[in-house]
């Protein structure tokens, strides 16, 4: 790792595996109402245009004479962080008889980033209030795909601090909130103060891609959080919070939330994957064999793990008339793992496809970038695959009985489906 500027830090995976550099700029802010609809537009105003490039076609083309560079941006919530991030994907010259292309493709990074497209004392109309509306068409989008409302439903009712019942990216009445002038004022806000991370994968040393920001204009800002304050701590509650309601869709939606030991990167994290896995990971789990397959129940059943918000969620989309029923065989299920009762199969089963998945994110750029922004970020280091592998090969099936044991069932969501769907 390298500091540019104070806040500011450079940080490089040398690899030969790729034929292309993969680039990703993050801004880390503290996780707060007021500033989750702002970074959200923002990236889609930035994606969209700059000065220089003043509408899509123009980006378009400027990707294409990179050897068709893909480009992005993107908001996102961890813990008690909100994330926003460029991407640039781009052919490393090596193979090109063009040389000097990861090198236009970074000055044109920083045009979109340091050089908006502007009107007066705020960004341009026409282009802010499309993409605003593009936005909010495509929040009412996410709410009408029931399966992602339950989940939203679902984590509105679980969490209590307001900022973690809110999407990552906003809703709409926050983004109709915004106008040209006050997210210009946030732009610069976000410019000034979040710290920075700028990780590239790919043939490249640090000294180059030192060399490729030098022109960046980031000015010192304090460091961000320290981890006391990247994870989400909620207090356990006495009594399971309810929510139902009744809407004209065919299938009906029943999500379970429960608090779980905090973890990361630790023996607990590796028995909670590996408890996950057993739980409602994988097509051989608890819930997918016996609420869908054996009982034939649930349309879909499975279980995630959020580590960072100590926050175990079940999926189901169900017939509205089997809701006890249900609720009453995935409790079972859990019940099963805190007695012990998988197989060795089982158990191994779920461990090799959780090492499976973790080798192929090895051949992944933009996962090895998630992966080490994530270790560096909680352990201060990278940890080695060899040492991964190693923590989830030690996890026993007591450890995951344990775990099991400290699940506690916080919230009930429940969408019930009409018979006819409008």
């Known amino acids: ?23 990703n700029i993050r801004f880390t802010a503290p996780l707060a109402v007021a500033t989750i609809a702002p970074r959200t537009l923002l990236s889609s105003v930035l994606e969209t245009s700059s000065a220089k490039y ?35 994907n781009v052919v490393n010259d090596k193979f090109l008889e063009e040389k000097g292309i990861l090198q236009e ?43 992602s409302y339950s989940s939203l439903k679902l984590q509105e009712v679980y969490f209590n601090d307001p900022a973690q019942k809110i999407p990552s990216f906003g809703t709409q009445d926050m ?34 891609a030192s060399a490729l920001f030098q022109d960046f204009p980031f000015t010192p800002r304090k ?17 399971v919070k309810e929510e139902q309601e009744q809407q004209p869709v065919l299938q009906s939606k029943l999500n379970l939330a429960y608090q779980v030991p905090e973890t990361f990167l630790d ?30 129940l649930a349309y879909y059943a499975s279980s995630s793990v959020d580590s960072y918000r100590r926050y ?14 249900v609720l009453h065989l995935i409790e079972e299920q859990l019940r099963a793992l805190q007695r012990g009762e998988f197989t060795d199969l089982e158990f191994q089963q779920t461990k090799a496809n959780l090492k499976n ?28 695959v060899t040492e991964w592998l190693q923590l989830l090969a030690d996890v026993t099936p007591q450890d995951v009985v344990d775990y099991a044991k400290a699940c506690q069932l916080q919230s009930i969501y429940f969408l019930e489906g009409s018979a006819h769907e409008d």
């Open 357 to 384: 998945q973790f080798l192929m994110q090895q051949d992944s750029p933009q996962r090895q970038l998630e992966l080490d922004f994530q270790q560096r970020s909680i352990l201060g280091r990278t940890m080695r």
């Open 312 to 325: 175990l969620t079940v999926q189901t989309g169900i017939d509205g008339k089997n809701r006890n029923h």
């Open 105 to 147: 493709a970074v000055d044109f990074l920083r045009e979109v980033l340091f050089a908006p497209l502007l009107e007066g004392d705020g960004f341009q109309q026409e282009t802010f209030h499309k993409e605003q509306e593009n936005l909010m068409r495509y929040i009412e989008g996410i709410y009408e795909d029931k399966q």
């Open 1 to 23: 790792m390298k500091t540019l500027v104070p806040g500011v830090f450079l940080h490089v995976i040398p690899s030969t595996k790729y034929k292309t550099i993969r680039l």
């Open 175 to 208: 983004i109709k909130a915004l106008t040209p002038t006050s997210l210009y004022t946030y732009y610069q806000e976000m410019l000034a103060q979040d710290q920075v991370d700028i990780s590239l994968v790919g043939d490249v040393s640090e000294k180059e």
């Open 267 to 296: 023996a607990k994290y590796f028995a909670s994957i590996v408890f996950n896995g057993l739980f409602g990971g994988f097509p051989h789990s608890k819930l997918f064999m016996n609420v869908r397959e054996k009982e034939s």
């Open 223 to 239: 460091v961000a959080a320290p981890e006391a304050e990247v994870f989400y701590h909620q207090a356990l509650s006495n009594v």
């Open 54 to 88: 003043p509408t899509q076609t123009a980006i378009a083309n400027v990707l294409d004479e990179l050897y068709g560079a893909s480009f992005g941006m993107s908001v996102a919530k961890q813990g008690q962080r909100h994330f926003f991030t460029v991407t640039l």
